[in-house]
């Protein structure tokens, strides 16, 4: 089993996770949207707009976002079929397979908007082997995506890798979650 260690200072009453809220600092708010491929089948468009409602979207995002990352404005999460999550990965990270996750967002330059692309059929296969429910899959996903969107880089090499698997985890137990990167 993989541990991880996390070093986060937290500042609570009681000292507890439970006692945790997002950021009160003042910042734009952030305009959330989700869209839906048209070629989605049908019983996959109904998981999916059952998951990613307004409320678990804002619930997800706004725990994941660093109180300091004021110049992100806008997310857009797209849930996609395997033909367009391949054609994108393809296009853009020169990989021909659908993964589950796409981010798209120049976090360097403090770019105002990210979009997370979601691979509805590779999200369910994954859920499926797993052996976890699609909504603790998506929540996940998306709070991945929301730290790529700031400029977390697990692919950068083992530091960074723990970095942002550590941060993961404790995002994902403070929303009511296990731990995606413990077996189960």
């Known amino acids: 089993m993989k541990k991880l260690h996390v070093n986060l200072k937290i500042k609570s009453k009681k000292n507890k996770v439970d006692n945790l809220k997002p950021s009160p600092l003042t910042r734009t708010p952030l305009d959330l949207s989700v869209q839906f491929s048209s070629s989605l089948k049908p019983k996959t468009l109904g998981l999916f707009k059952a998951i990613f409602t307004k409320k678990n979207i804002n619930k997800w995002i706004a725990w ?3 109180p300091h ?3 992100l404005t806008e997310v857009t999460i797209r849930v996609v079929d395997q033909v367009e999550g ?3 990965n393809q296009q853009f990270r020169g990989r021909a397979y659908a993964t589950n996750i796409l981010t798209f ?3 360097e330059h403090f770019n105002p908007q990210a979009d997370l692309l979601i691979c509805a059929p590779v999200v369910e296969a ?3 082997d797993m052996g976890i429910s699609l909504l603790e899959h998506c929540a996940h996903l998306t709070v991945h995506g929301a730290l790529h969107a700031q ?3 697990h692919e950068a090499g083992p530091k960074e890798a723990l970095e ?3 941060l ?3 995002l994902m137990l403070s929303l009511g979650f296990r731990d995606p990167y413990l077996e189960h």
């Open 64 to 66: 994941t976002l660093n």
């Open 69 to 71: 990352a004021t110049y």
């Open 86 to 88: 391949q054609a994108l």
């Open 105 to 107: 967002n120049t976090s």
């Open 126 to 128: 994954e859920a499926k």
């Open 151 to 153: 400029g977390y880089d």
């Open 164 to 166: 942002m698997e550590s």
């Open 168 to 170: 993961e985890s404790f």
